[in-house]
């Protein structure tokens, strides 16, 4: 067991406050915080604050397990992976919406690294889709509210809102659609929208707002799509001109409450909008984009890899965790995933000795991760004490786990692989993408 430093990635659309809190910091930071990593993704890594490299230099994570990777993965995980950890814990704050992305299933990513590299494209060139052979399944949790775009709406009800924008030079888009309510209809008006030539946007995209602006305005800034229309506006500002502000109108909009969530599959367009949140996902850098970025837009890629199919849009909420007797205090986020779990752990005044560490020889890593309050962990010999955003990596050969509240309350995250444990690789509850209501509104279920 030892703490692990979280490898800080600053972006534009993060915070100089929102981390900084979770930390206890009242003071700014120089830089927007935009995510925290904790994990051994090559690109960052996270590093060990009591391990030493043979130069004397801090350690990473990354060097850890390629140094001893049965002792840190265990050996189910390296017979199933590979000496990888296959899944990164993030702490995100967005303060501004992010660009529109969807993530490609193992089959595609395979298929799409491998036409890549026979193209010679290099691992680093923005042209490339697949930097990795992987997929990137995602499971996203609210620390308050926080807003997102995720999977496309109910084409009927993308109609109405549409024609609620109440601008002619709609009208072909708003009959294409209303022709094809179905996964046909949205994947033709997605195209046309996406294909369309900068100038025709130029064109469209400024009435699309003063509709917008209209419908705000007879309806006091709400109604039953003032969500939606606030959003566009939003988009537009922040990126003045770009295909996909007209996009993000054919997908639902949630807002989350604090430990609320939503899983995010293959194939699912979306963006997250603001707010600060709990991010666990595969280990993979491959992102398809689809607009709200500067960054390149392969568009017959995007449309190979995206599902059109609409979806229900319902906050997920954690569950107890599967599998023989509940550890009480523990709760999971179901995901269709091997690759990783997720679960929030609650302490009061008892101490909690955590589940899945009693079997050697079916042992995995783990992180933990804490967001509220202060705990101790105590790992055989072990103890280590963790505040807000302070981590801890628990290697396989470590032994059972047990942690204490150090405050009144505490919340921990807890992120293991999904392969080994209890309800190891098999689907927790049968649920689509949960997301906003088939209307567009932004509602709670």
């Not at 994990?39 to 043979?54: F, K, T």
């Not at 229309?229 to 003045?240: G, H, K, Q």
């Not at 909420?317 to 509940?326: E, H, L, N, R």
């Not at 560490?357 to 991760?369: T, V, W």
Request: aromatic share 4%; hydrophobic share 40%; with cysteine.
């Amino acid at each position: 067991m030892e703490l692990l430093e979280a490898a800080v990635r600053s972006y534009a659309w993060g915070s100089r406050t929102a981390i900084a809190q979770l930390r206890g910091d009242r003071n700014p930071t120089p830089h927007p915080e935009a995510e925290l990593w904790l994990g051994a993704h090559p690109g960052d890594p996270a590093m060990l604050a009591g391990s030493r490299s043979e130069n004397g230099a801090a350690r990473s994570l990354l060097e850890q397990i390629d140094a001893d990777p049965v002792g840190q993965l265990g050996r189910q995980v390296l017979a199933q992976f590979g000496p990888r950890l296959p899944f990164l814990l993030k702490v995100l704050a967005a303060e501004e919406p992010l660009s529109l992305q969807a993530h490609p299933s193992k089959r595609q990513a395979e298929e799409g690294f491998d036409r890549e590299e026979e193209r010679g494209l290099p691992i680093d060139s923005p042209l490339r889709n697949y930097r990795d052979r992987n997929h990137k399944p995602e499971v996203v949790v609210a620390l308050g509210p926080f807003e997102a775009l995720a999977g496309f709406r109910d084409a009927a009800s993308t109609v109405e809102l549409l024609a609620a924008i109440d601008v002619p030079e709609l009208a072909p888009h708003i009959a294409l659609l209303r022709g094809e309510q179905d996964e046909a209809g949205l994947r033709a008006l997605f195209t046309t929208w996406i294909t369309m030539p900068q100038n025709a946007v130029d064109e469209l995209l400024p009435k699309v707002v003063q509709g917008c602006v209209r419908y705000l305005t007879a309806h006091s800034g709400g109604g039953p799509l003032g969500a939606v229309m606030r959003t566009v506006l939003e988009i537009s500002d922040t990126y003045p001109g770009d295909v996909g502000v007209l996009s993000s109108m054919l997908l639902n909009r949630v807002t989350l409450q604090d430990g609320e969530a939503l899983y995010l599959p293959a194939g699912n367009l979306h963006a997250y909008l603001r707010g600060v949140a709990v991010e666990v996902m595969a280990n993979s850098d491959n992102v398809l984009r689809g607009g709200l970025t500067p960054k390149h837009v392969d568009v017959p890629e995007l449309l190979r890899v995206l599902d059109f199919g609409s979806v229900d849009a319902v906050p997920m909420t954690d569950t107890t965790a599967p599998g023989g007797p509940p550890i009480p205090g523990e709760y999971e986020y179901p995901a269709h995933t091997q690759d990783f779990r997720l679960s929030r752990v609650l302490l009061g005044v008892d101490p909690l000795t955590l589940g899945g560490r009693d079997n050697p020889d079916a042992r995995g890593p783990e992180i933990l991760l804490c967001v509220d309050g202060a705990v101790e962990l105590r790992c055989g010999e072990q103890r280590l004490e963790l505040g807000g955003t302070q981590a801890a990596w628990i290697a396989a050969a470590d032994p059972a786990l047990t942690l204490r509240a150090l405050t009144p309350s505490a919340r921990v995250f807890r992120s293991t692989v999904g392969a080994i444990g209890p309800g190891a690789g098999k689907p927790l509850v049968s649920h689509q993408l949960d997301t906003a209501n088939s209307r567009g509104e932004d509602v709670r279920p």
